[in-house]
């Protein structure tokens, strides 16, 4: 009932909380909108599935109800995320306790499905991340995790890692080939601590460039540690966001819209068919509502859109911050957000929100002590 309170804990994080998981978010838990048929989220999931079944028959086994909660070695340690690294902060991350988290990536299954000895598969779940609040953010999410391990004789008078780099990008070339069409693609390079090199693969689709997954050649001490094999081995790994890809594909512009009951949302798509293009039926105006305040010690921008989110649910659509003034005597910070109050399938009244933009301001008063304005 105490959600940002900190404890320390000198062995893993000085700031990291007991538990920081609020009741709107444990309540997803269990929702597994990957596995509702004919949802966008399963249908994309499906298609990438079939497409690794078409091109490598019986070579890749899938996983998609792997639990959420997991242990923060799976989650970090194993996967050689530093001690130190943004992402272990419980500004970030939902912490269940001491040991656990909810993952919030799908790489938290890498070295698990390895030491169960899968030298090929690929892992879908929901990831949970501690976010600001926009049409393409919410604070839980689907991921697919692929990962494949290649032994020694297959890669025989090539050098073990650019064989794995060469097949990895041919394998998600064909891959985003599959979902988008005959689309332009280039590869950028990236960071993640798990694999090297790392790569972004991006793809020109309706007039823009768009990261589609992170990827790269799995780190050796991963494999090292965790894969039985009798002599040298290889991988790669990728990851990617289901509903960044769905947005993209079936044209659907609110991240809210994949948690709608709603059937006007739900009756357009269909398992099987990636042609579906997103009609919207609910064009009401945002309402704009602003709150001023002095910072505090307990404010951040996560804790805030955390609070904007227990309070209002899905129906706020944007938290943004449109001030940032510090006092020249005082020193003392003010911050405005612009709050955008929107259902995603119907018209709200001004009174509801009205009330609950001042839920809103008694809440941030109270749980993060600003001083409002
Ligand atoms: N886990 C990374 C993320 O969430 C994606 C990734 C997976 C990158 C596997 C490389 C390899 O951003």
Redesign the pocket.
């Known amino acids: 009932s105490e959600p940002l309170r900190a404890v320390s804990r000198s062995d893993v994080m000085t700031d990291s909380p007991v538990n920081n998981v609020p009741e709107n978010i444990f309540g997803k838990i269990g929702t597994d909108l990957h596995l509702k048929p004919n949802h966008p989220l399963c249908i994309i999931k499906s298609a990438i599935y079939d497409y690794f079944e078409k091109n490598y028959p019986g070579t890749f086994k899938t996983f998609d109800d792997r639990k959420p909660v997991v242990t923060l070695n799976a989650n970090f340690d194993s996967i050689l995320i530093p001690e130190d690294h943004i992402s272990r902060s419980s500004n970030d991350t939902f912490y269940v306790d001491n040991v656990t988290c909810l993952r919030?990536?799908?790489?938290a299954h890498?070295a698990e499905l390895l030491r169960e000895g899968q030298a090929a598969f690929l892992c879908t779940g929901d990831?949970y991340r501690r976010d600001t609040i926009d049409s393409t953010h919410y604070p839980v999410f689907h991921?697919m995790?692929g990962?494949r391990v290649f032994e020694s004789h297959e890669w025989s008078g090539q050098d073990g890692t650019d064989f794995c780099l060469s097949d990895l990008k041919k394998v998600l070339e064909g891959l985003a080939k599959h979902l988008f069409g005959d689309v332009q693609m280039r590869w950028v390079e990236?960071y993640?601590p798990?694999?090297d090199p790392?790569l972004e693969l991006e793809i020109f689709f309706r007039d823009e460039w768009l990261e589609v997954?992170?990827?790269?050649v799995?780190q050796q001490e991963i494999l090292q540690k965790n894969y039985t094999a009798s002599g040298d081995v290889r991988g790669w790994?990728?990851?990617?966001?289901l509903e960044r890809l769905a947005m993209v594909l079936f044209q659907i512009p609110d991240i809210r819209l994949f948690w709608t009951a709603d059937t006007r949302f739900l009756k357009q798509f269909k398992q099987g068919d990636l042609t579906t293009r997103f009609k919207p039926y609910s064009k009401f105006p945002p309402v704009f509502k602003d709150v001023a305040f002095w910072t505090s010690s307990a404010y951040t921008e996560n804790n805030l859109c955390e609070i904007v989110r227990t309070v209002a649910g899905d129906l706020v659509e944007e938290t943004k911050l449109i001030d940032d003034f510090t006092h020249p005597k005082t020193g003392r910070t003010s911050h405005c957000y612009r709050i955008a109050y929107r259902s995603p399938d119907r018209s709200m009244t001004d009174e509801e929100i009205n009330q609950l933009q001042d839920e809103v301001r008694s809440s941030l008063q109270e749980k993060l002590e600003v001083q409002l304005r």
């Open positions: 919030c990536h799908t790489s890498q990831v991921q995790e990962l990236a993640f798990f694999t790392s997954l992170g990827s790269g799995v790994a990728f990851g990617l966001g």
